[in-house]
Each structure stands twice: as structure tokens, then as C-alpha cells.
């Protein structure tokens, strides 16, 4: 994707912020990055090179809160250029140490639009000191964007836990995450994938910068460097 044609979908994706936001919401963010291969769920959605990503994040003090997030994508199967997310979701404080979120996305591909989908996920987060963890699940239901090749619909699961850890007298975060898919986007030939990342991230306002080991049973490992700036 020409530089060009990302800054017409950072574009949209500020866009997509609701109307009025900055005036009622409790913080409104944005952050820009490179990352140096766009992996999800362990696989690359960018052929194994560099792609740029964005997103800008509204949150109220309510508890809801609304994201668009884009990225380039790219591979010889891949009719689309780019991905674009839009999510909207409900935060919940249960406890000072539990909290409970609820969203739903939607993934757009511009240029291959019969593989837009819908899915949802809940997780629960647990706080201790500077140590948090999480487990979740994402579910998204038989659909268009769900059909193989032949015309078969299926739904797929995704669930996934993982922790983290802030060190005291730097500002590093210690992230390690495992998941485990099922259903139309596993990729695996008797279904089933397990996926898992391993890694760091540098916060240096207003940089943050990452290393990750990120990998699958299905496909090659890789270490996957990152940098962001937020506004």
C-alpha cells in the first residue's frame, strides 16, 4: 500500500470516532506505528514483511468505548490491501482487582469485501500490584466472511489468557500470551491451531517500542519488532 493510500484510511479511521466525542468522552487517543511483520493469532496477514498500523480510541467515563483500527495487509492470496476494525465494547469494574470487558468488532477489507466479519468477545482481567492477567474468549458466528471455498459456513472460537508484568525501576513491561482457535479461520488440516508470544515493550513517552517472539503449531515462528507514537 502506497504511503498515500494509508493516510486516506488513518483518515477513516479517525472518521469513524462518534460525532462529538472529544467534548464528552474521558480521553480520546491516537497512536501511529510500524510493526515488522503484522502477525494475528500467530499467523502473518502481511506476507512476513513490515506493515503499518494505526487507531485512534475513545473512551467514556461510563465505560464504554469505541476503537477503529487499520493496518496493511498483503500475501499472494490476499485481494485486499488493507484491514480495517471497527469495535465497540462496555468496560466493567467489578472489584479493585477484577474488571469484566464485553465488545464486538467488525473486520473490513476493502477491495475483498466478501470476507468482512462480525465477531464478539468477553474477557475478565485481574490486577495484582504490577502484575495483571486475562482470560477471554471471541466467538464469531457462521457468516459470509466465515465460508471456505466451497461454500461452507462455520463459525470459529478463539480462546486465549495471558499476563503481564511492569518492572519497578524501568519502564518495561514483561507480556507473555496463549491462545487456542477453532472453527473457519484455524487454518490447521485436522482443525484446531495453538498460537503463543512472548515478549517486551519499551514505554518512552511518547514512543512505546516492542519485541516479541510470536509463533503457531502451524507455522513458522518469528520475532516480530514494533514501534508506536501516541497522541
Known amino acids: ?58 473512551e467514556h467515563d461510563s465505560g464504554f468505548y469505541a476503537e477503529a483500527w487499520s493496518s496493511t495487509i498483503g500475501g499472494p492470496d490476499v485481494d485486499a490491501d488493507a484491514e480495517l476494525d471497527l469495535t465497540a465494547g462496555y468496560a466493567l469494574d467489578i472489584s479493585d482487582h477484577l474488571s469484566l470487558d464485553m465488545s464486538g468488532t467488525y473486520y473490513l477489507y476493502p477491495g475483498e469485501p466478501g470476507a468482512n466479519y462480525v465477531d464478539g468477545t468477553i474477557s475478565l482481567g485481574l490486577t495484582q500490584g504490577r502484575a495483571a492477567g486475562r482470560i477471554g474468549l471471541s466467538f464469531a458466528p457462521k457468516q459470509k466472511g466465515t465460508e471456505d471455498d466451497g461454500g461452507k459456513k462455520s463459525s470459529n472460537s478463539y480462546a486465549f489468557a495471558g499476563a503481564s508484568y511492569e518492572l519497578e525501576k524501568l519502564p518495561l513491561t514483561l507480556n507473555a500470551e496463549l491462545g487456542y482457535e477453532q472453527g473457519a479461520f484455524d487454518e490447521a488440516p485436522d482443525g484446531g491451531k495453538w498460537d503463543w508470544q512472548v515478549g517486551a515493550e519499551l514505554k518512552l513517552e511518547p514512543a512505546r517500542i516492542g519485541l516479541a517472539y510470536v509463533g503457531s503449531d502451524i507455522g513458522d515462528d518469528a520475532m516480530v519488532a514494533s514501534l508506536f507514537l501516541e497522541f
Open 1 to 58: 500500500m502506497t504511503s498515500a493510500r494509508f493516510i486516506g484510511w488513518a483518515a477513516v479511521t479517525l472518521a469513524c470516532l462518534p460525532a462529538g466525542a472529544a467534548a464528552n468522552a474521558s480521553e480520546l487517543s491516537a497512536e501511529i506505528g510500524l510493526v515488522s511483520d503484522y502477525r494475528y493469532r500467530g499467523l502473518s496477514l502481511s506476507d512476513k514483511k513490515p506493515a503499518i498500523q494505526g487507531s485512534a480510541t475513545f
